[in-house]
């Protein structure tokens, strides 16, 4: 059973940094993608980032480009986000997700992160 848990979530002011963490557990993760989503109130959860566990090429959002940074450490299990310059459109619940690399849907989702930007 794959179970993600998200860490690292909370309050910054605009321009400030966080760092997100999904450990991942319960798979060898070789063959898949990990991926991070954001779902801001009364919106769509929408993509933010992915990245291949196994040579780790990586995809943005146009919306975070040259902001975020999705990385894996695959000796921890473990993804990150990290995100530089945040707005205070950034505010959002992150979710951590997986799926099979040549699945056409992420099907493993981790509980979510509260990330609040303050103007």
């Known amino acids: 059973q794959v179970q993600l848990v998200e860490s690292g979530g909370g309050l910054v002011q605009a321009g400030g940094s966080l760092r997100l963490s999904c450990a991942a557990s319960?798979?060898?993760?070789?063959?898949?993608?990990m991926a991070w989503f954001r779902q801001a109130l009364g919106k769509e959860r929408d993509f933010v980032a992915q990245?291949?566990?196994?040579?780790?090429?990586?995809y943005y959002a146009d919306s975070v480009k040259g902001r975020f940074t999705i990385s894996r450490d695959t000796a921890k299990n473990t993804v990150y986000l990290q995100m530089n310059s945040l707005k205070p459109e950034d505010t959002a619940v992150y979710y951590c997700?997986?799926?099979?690399?040549?699945?056409?849907?992420?099907?493993?989702w981790g509980q979510g992160t509260q990330v609040t930007v303050s103007s």
């Open positions: 990245i291949s566990w196994g040579d780790g090429t990586t």
């Open positions: 997700a997986a799926k099979i690399s040549f699945g056409r849907t992420y099907n493993y």
């Open positions: 319960g798979r060898t993760f070789s063959s898949y993608h």
